[in-house]
């Protein structure tokens, strides 16, 4: 069981907004500003989209945001594109004696 | 450009040690913290733990019995020892770079390690 809690999975079409949650406690969301989202293909080493709660890593465009309310972090992506058909995974800080969390994954269809 | 790269046996024996090792190039070993992570086929991510360039290890509370992580700043590489492996170890491990914010910036490819006899 992940510490952290994502939908298993989500979907939207090309052109749409899709809004992935993570709810956690706070204990690690809501104690900190130091939220991450990762993007993973098939087979391929996750890559970091967002760190910081709301800070994109370098080169990951502007469909893509990250937001938090209490307990709970939100991925957004923008003008779904294909290509963005992927599971994410959401990870926060914990405190010192456990510093990282991850939630259990989302996949996104782009239908 | 930061590259990390995993190496070691792709197959361990039940109740014996895995070892891996993460060899750093394009960039410095010094003034960060390294991790391994791990993904259980079809599964999602697990942090094991990380250690500072100088030493210091944290680990994840629920395999800290087991894990040992250690960094060789001679040779730009961190390590990975796992004892007492069973088929719930089978994962893909990655070894990482803590960025801004306890973020994982850089990332190596993985490797798969399997328990089995």
């Known amino acids: 069981q992940s510490a952290l809690t994502q939908p298993p999975s989500a979907s939207g079409s090309p052109g749409q907004s899709v809004t992935i949650s993570c709810t956690g406690t706070s204990s690690d969301i809501g104690g900190y500003n130091y939220v991450s989202w990762y993007q993973q293909h098939p087979g391929k080493a996750p890559k970091l989209l967002i760190y910081?709660?709301?800070r994109r890593s370098s080169g990951v465009p502007d469909r893509f945001s990250g937001s938090k309310s209490g307990n709970t972090a939100s991925l957004t992506v923008s003008g779904l594109q294909t290509e963005d058909e992927a599971d994410y995974y959401c990870?926060?800080?914990?405190?010192?004696?456990?510093?990282?969390?991850f939630g259990g994954g989302t996949k996104l269809t782009v239908l | 450009q930061v590259q990390l790269q995993e190496s070691g046996p792709g197959l361990v024996k039940p109740s014996e040690t895995l070892s891996l090792t993460c060899t750093v190039s394009?960039?410095?070993?010094?003034?960060?913290?390294w991790s391994w992570i791990r993904q259980p086929p079809g599964k999602g991510l697990e942090w094991i733990g990380y250690?500072?360039?100088?030493?210091?290890?944290t680990y994840n509370p629920s395999l800290k019995s087991r894990v040992t992580i250690s960094v060789d700043m001679s040779k730009s590489q961190f390590s990975l020892k796992l004892s007492s492996v069973t088929a719930a170890d089978t994962a893909v491990y990655y070894c990482?770079?803590?960025?801004?914010?306890?973020?994982?910036?850089?990332w190596g490819q993985g490797t798969l390690v399997t328990v089995s006899s």
């Open positions: 250690i500072f360039y100088s030493g210091g290890t």
């Open positions: 990482a770079r803590v960025t801004g914010g306890y973020s994982y910036g850089y």
């Open positions: 394009g960039g410095s070993i010094s003034s960060h913290f």
């Open positions: 910081e709660v709301t």
């Open positions: 990870n926060s800080y914990a405190g010192n004696n456990t510093p990282c969390v």
